[in-house]
């Protein structure tokens, strides 16, 4: 069976793919801004590894399977991905990005790099000498919009913390031991007010956009910090802008962004506003969840979805199912 693979999706996947496959595959990589390559080599492609499949894809008569080498479809033309093809993706990054999320809750109550920066000029800054007390997780309580993979991740470690924990999703269920239940999204409001830390843990949809605006924000405690590991857009950029300029709400950490580089770039402003102005803002370049640990685990998980195929057994995180599959 034959795997194409684009240039883009690549950076050393290939090798650890290749390393945890225990079926034949032959292995290519294509450049798709080449359009004439891709096209001869997907024409005999039984599967590929790609985050984005546009609308004008050249036809993949073989092909059975997109494997996307992450968890977000947003570049995914599903329309356009022929009927016998399934699309699965990976996840993997819940572990990097639940430990992100308590260490910029730790950073926001202990606040180790601002006593750091102060005794490194002599100035003995919150000790029990001289200066404030810094605050504690235990007790507090986070409310996880969003209950999937990454919310269960949050909630384990931060009952770790014993902390309260809230969540509401689009799919409302009991306890599962970690939070004291998942409400429904009408919930949202009680949910927010009653959150000193708030996790934005959506995928983007129509449904999803602009979830956290004006009235949401409005809601919190003047001491809420709302994190987004998400997508941007679930967020009023403006609205949070000046929520937190105005210190209405206690800051926020941003990891996803309102705007991105440009394919091939490195440098961009990540918002048509000034947030880096803020002192009670922490911005992250979407790094949550880039950990050393993350690209092992996807390609082991990859490489089953390939076995599988190859084995005729059924995939996994299948998010389109081929057309007449049951």
Not at 22 to 33: C, P
Not at 34 to 41: G, P, S, V, Y
Not at 125 to 149: A, F, N, Q
Not at 233 to 259: M, N, P, Q, Y
Request: charged share 25%.
């Amino acid at each position: 069976m034959k795997l194409l693979i684009k240039k883009t999706d690549n950076d050393g996947r290939l090798a650890l793919i290749t390393d945890f496959l225990t079926t034949s595959w032959i292995i290519e990589v294509a450049d798709s801004s080449n359009r004439e390559e891709l096209a001869h080599k997907i024409l005999d492609a039984d599967a590929m590894v790609s985050m984005n499949w546009p609308t004008d894809m050249p036809p993949a008569p073989r092909l059975q399977l997109l494997q996307l080498p992450g968890a977000g479809t947003d570049d995914i033309a599903f329309d356009s991905v022929p009927a016998k093809v399934a699309v699965c993706n990976v996840y993997e990054h819940e572990i990097g990005i639940a430990e992100y999320i308590l260490s910029a809750m730790l950073q926001w109550v202990i606040g180790i790099p601002r006593m750091d920066a102060a005794l490194r000029r002599g100035q003995w800054y919150g000790s029990h000498l001289s200066g404030p007390r810094h605050d504690e997780l235990y007790g507090k309580t986070v409310g996880i919009i969003g209950y999937g993979r990454i919310g269960r991740e949050v909630a384990r470690r931060a009952r770790a913390f014993s902390m309260r924990v809230l969540a509401c999703s689009r799919t409302p269920r009991s306890s599962d031991g970690f939070v004291e239940r998942v409400d429904g999204m009408d919930r949202l409001p009680a949910v927010l007010s009653a959150s000193d830390f708030v996790v934005l843990a959506l995928p983007l949809e129509p449904s999803t956009a602009g979830v956290i605006g004006t009235q949401q924000l409005a809601r919190m405690k003047p001491g809420t910090v709302i994190i987004n590991v998400a997508r941007g857009a679930l967020i009023d950029e403006r609205a949070l802008f000046e929520a937190c300029r105005e210190k209405r709400i206690g800051g926020a950490v941003i990891d996803t962004w309102f705007k991105y580089p440009a394919e091939g770039h490195e440098v961009a402003e990540p918002s048509n506003l000034p947030f880096r102005e803020l002192e009670n803002v922490i911005m992250t370049p979407h790094a949550s969840g880039w950990t050393e640990g993350l690209r092992p685990r996807r390609c082991r998980m990859i490489a089953g979805n390939l076995d599988r195929l190859a084995r005729g057994e059924p995939l996994i995180n299948v998010v389109k199912q081929p057309a007449g599959s049951r």
